[in-house]
């Protein structure tokens, strides 16, 4: 199932970075990252990321993420495979036992999952918007510790 993971990020990221109003337009952007399905499959994966479509700024309807009523767009976007070769992860700041991680646009909810998902002791959750990650830690524990902990997640965090 690697390969439907690799695609289901390619697609989280593209609708993250682009507007894309139509199943065709989705088609040949994932194309173009190297996905060749058919228009079936595209379908099953939007479902299953509970895509819908929302009013851009321009008043076009485009595919977004679930929780993304106002996203971030970049004037060029990268491709979806550069975006997957960086971890996303810009900066984390604590006050007592909640850390606050900033990402680049559309990189937080695969990062939060990813921190929910590693078993770290130091974390009892995270919350993910479209550039942020709320993170909660067990009370007690000392920042360097969260920070280290997560390095097994996010390979670049200082």
Sequence with gaps: MRIKSDRLEALKMLISSTELGSQEEVLKALKEEGFNLTQATLSRDLKQLKVAKAASMNGKYVYVLPNETMYKRIAKPRSATEMLQTSGF????FSANIGVI???????????????????DEVIGTIAGDDTILIVTKEGTFKNDVIDALRAVISNIK
């Design 102 to 120: 900033k990402t680049r646009p559309g990189y937080a909810s695969s990062i939060a999952y990813n921190i929910d998902n590693s078993s770290i």
């Design 90 to 93: 810009l900066s984390i700041n």
